[in-house]
């Protein structure tokens, strides 16, 4: 042991007689192929866990015998495995901080009084700094339990979970055949006042189905449920159950059942929703059946089975990992590296820990943290999207609970705690000098900028062929992939609008024709009448000739005819203007970008360097200078590789069967590679960064965030 295995404050602790308070109980397990024991204070749920050395000092606190009778009796039989009277005293410290431990044989009602006061002040703090956490006990449920368990018994045995897998596995395939419809407009059909009426019906309803598995399973592992009420998530009043009882379970997997549970329930009933959405004429049955598999999919996905937040997916995760109390011994180890590596605290105790346990415990909190500001300031942004006021409030409370409170306490910590008496100077000067050394970075040491897109090798403008007329396809005048002359035919279309339109002009122009051959020599007035309407005419078949010329696709230079999509052109509509294909020569040195309207305008006056690098060649930057700007925002992308089907960054619309429109409006910038660029295939998909000058950390986060809220908010 690296402690001494005396302690100089051992009398103070050597002659009490402590005992556990009548709520703690003890049960045997095994994590990470060790036995160890759990304590349970039902009062508060909380779990902790405890060697078989300690174990045995714990069982024999009876209230009569002291504690240096008790490190002796252990001291004798362990030697030196026992704990060292430093470790004892930290034990008990730590156990009476978690109120599960008396002194004295008569317990004192004083403390008594006073730890259900620290327990609802404690609970009411967490409610309030987490709007998921305010909970409301109303019933006891154990009796319906038991009179409804011989009807729900076949749901949770191998019968049950065949049925699940069925009707699951079935209805993501129509979710899959479906989405575009479901997905269509999310925002603003969730948060419709209507929508929002049959939203706070339903959730309830599905949280409760899903609270009551919780404790069916429970009922079925042999435990027992003596807690049910209301707990509020994100201000939308939700059933809850209290199924710590699971801790006491000797068995991992029957504990992971428990928790995972509620989530396969709500899974099951969005399920079931999806088959009435299916069957359901538009109306008020289709709009419940699609808030059910709003709640039971989009819910369960982000909260309760994701084990970075408190909910469900966390305590399967910790039973999985074999590591209780993830969450807060994960910020103990963490305060604990603080103390002993940044504040120089060399006598700071370490958190007991087992193989394996240290990268959990060192990343679990900083993950957890992240995912809660993420998941807060969605939930602002949605809901600021439609109600502006609350969404502003949400984001306020989650910026002061996610970082003023913690701040709070972390400078609490620094000024007062106990532990860093000794060090006190070091932990001010270190964390204060720190703090101002890292706002001076931010505020004001410039750092590289740069905007990010991607593009594709494209070809240059001459090099395009379009359809000179809007028609539909006839057939193809050259095969793709031939070489071809300036002007050669490559592509014919049809317009039958514009063959009558023909037609009528040339009879036109053969009527005045022989009108004005047969008064030319009878009547000069009439004649010369005639000859203005015939040169007007001949001038308008003229101009419809050309448009019918037009119709077949030309070749505007000598080279390789490529045509994407040949197989499907013919008999297609194209429109005037539209590209069919191109007439590639020599090497390709373009790239056709995209870049997002809240960036474009940084592209336009604030570039100083352009790079390239092609996903075929990962590691060769290339430079480029911009050549031209499409003078207008598009929806279209001039290739599907630029999309999310295709492995690019955008968002294709859904409703577009060729891919190529986004939800959002961009802007398209043509580049040209520097000389040396050798070989570029047509269509390869580029990343491209813009350079600008270099700016404060500070102000880029800045101007990120008000992009963010312009274009979530519209404002």
């Known amino acids: 042991m690296s402690e001494k295995f005396l302690s100089d404050m051992w009398y103070r602790v050597a002659q009490l007689c402590p005992r556990l308070h009548p709520q703690a109980r003890i049960f045997r397990q095994r994590f990470r192929g060790r036995a160890w024991y759990v304590l349970q204070d039902r009062s508060s749920g909380r779990v902790h866990r405890l060697t078989p050395a300690t174990y045995a000092l714990i069982n024999g606190m009876d209230g009569r015998q002291t504690v240096d009778a008790l490190w002796q009796k252990l001291a004798a039989s362990l030697g030196d495995h026992a704990p060292t009277q430093d470790e004892v005293i930290q034990l008990l410290y730590q156990l009476h901080a978690a109120d599960v431990l008396q002194v004295d044989s008569m317990p004192d009602l004083g403390e008594a009084i006073e730890r259900k006061r620290r327990e609802r002040r404690q609970k009411w703090l967490q409610s309030f700094g987490n709007p998921m956490a305010l909970r409301i006990r109303l019933w006891d449920p154990q009796r319906f339990l038991d009179r409804s368990w011989p009807y729900v018994r076949w749901l949770f045995g191998p019968v049950g979970l065949v049925l699940w897998l069925v009707v699951v596995a079935v209805a993501l395939l129509q979710v899959a055949q479906n989405w575009s419809v479901l997905s269509e407009n999310l925002a603003d059909r969730v948060l419709a006042l209507e929508n929002l009426v049959l939203l706070g019906l339903a959730w309830p309803v599905i949280k409760f189905c899903h609270e009551m598995a919780h404790a069916w399973a429970l009922k079925r592992g042999g435990g027992e449920v003596h807690e049910m009420g209301l707990m509020f998530l994100v201000f939308m009043p939700v059933p809850y159950v209290d199924a710590t009882a699971a801790a006491a379970f000797r068995s991992k997997w029957q504990r992971i059942g428990v928790s995972a549970a509620g989530i396969l329930a709500e899974v099951f009933l969005a399920a079931l929703a999806m088959f009435v959405w299916l069957a359901a004429e538009p109306g008020a049955v289709r709009a419940v059946a699609f808030n059910v598999m709003l709640v039971g999919g989009v819910s369960t996905i982000l909260f309760n089975a994701n084990p970075l937040l408190r909910f469900d997916g966390y305590y399967m995760l910790a039973d999985l990992i074999e590591i209780p109390n993830l969450a807060q011994r994960s910020n103990r180890h963490l305060g604990w590296l603080v103390k002993r590596y940044g504040f120089g605290a060399v006598d700071a105790v370490p958190p007991s820990q087992q193989p394996g346990e240290r990268r959990w415990l ?123 002359q300036a002007g050669q035919p490559l592509v014919d279309l049809r317009d039958d609008e514009l063959l009558t339109e023909l037609a009528i002009a040339r009879a036109r122009v053969e009527r005045l024709g022989v009108q004005f051959a047969l008064e030319r020599f009878s009547d000069r007035l009439s004649s010369e009448l005639t000859r203005q309407a015939l040169a007007v005419e001949e001038a308008k078949l003229a101009r419809v000739e050309r448009r019918v010329a037009e119709l077949t696709a030309r070749a505007g230079r000598e080279g390789e005819w490529v045509l994407p999509g040949a197989r499907d052109l013919e008999g297609r509509f194209v429109s005037q203007g539209q590209l069919l294909g191109y007439v590639v020569t020599g090497s390709l040195n373009d790239i056709r970008v995209v870049v997002a309207q809240e960036d474009v305008d940084r592209v336009r006056h604030a570039t100083r360097h352009i790079g390239v690098r092609l996903v075929d060649r990962p590691g060769e930057t290339m430079s480029a200078r911009l050549v031209r700007e499409v003078p207008e925002a598009s929806d279209e992308v001039p290739s599907k590789a630029l999309t999310l089907d295709g492995g690019g960054r955008l968002a294709a619309d859904p409703r577009d069967p060729n891919g190529l429109k986004t939800l959002a409006r961009t802007f398209q910038f043509e580049l040209e590679l520097a000389p040396g660029a050798e070989a570029l295939r047509f269509g390869t998909r580029a990343h491209v960064r813009f350079q600008h000058h270099p700016q404060p950390l500070a102000v880029q986060l800045w101007r990120r965030l008000r992009q963010v809220l312009l274009g979530t908010l519209g404002l």
């Open 362 to 484: 060192t990343l679990y909190a900083p993950l957890a943290w992240c995912y809660r500001v993420v998941i807060m300031f969605s939930i602002a942004l949605f809901v600021a999207a439609e109600y502006f006021f609350i969404g502003v409030i949400l984001a306020l409370w989650s910026v002061v609970m996610m970082f003023g409170w913690p701040l709070a306490k972390g400078i609490r910590f620094v000024l007062h705690n106990a532990e860093l008496d000794r060090h006190r100077r070091r932990a001010v000067l270190g964390t204060f000098g720190c703090a101002a050394l890292l706002l001076i970075l931010a505020c004001f040491v410039p750092v590289p900028s740069w905007t990010s897109a991607e593009g594709v090798v494209w070809v240059p403008r001459q090099a395009e062929v379009r359809a000179g007329g809007s028609g539909f396809v006839t057939g193809l005048r050259t095969e793709p992939g031939a070489m071809v």
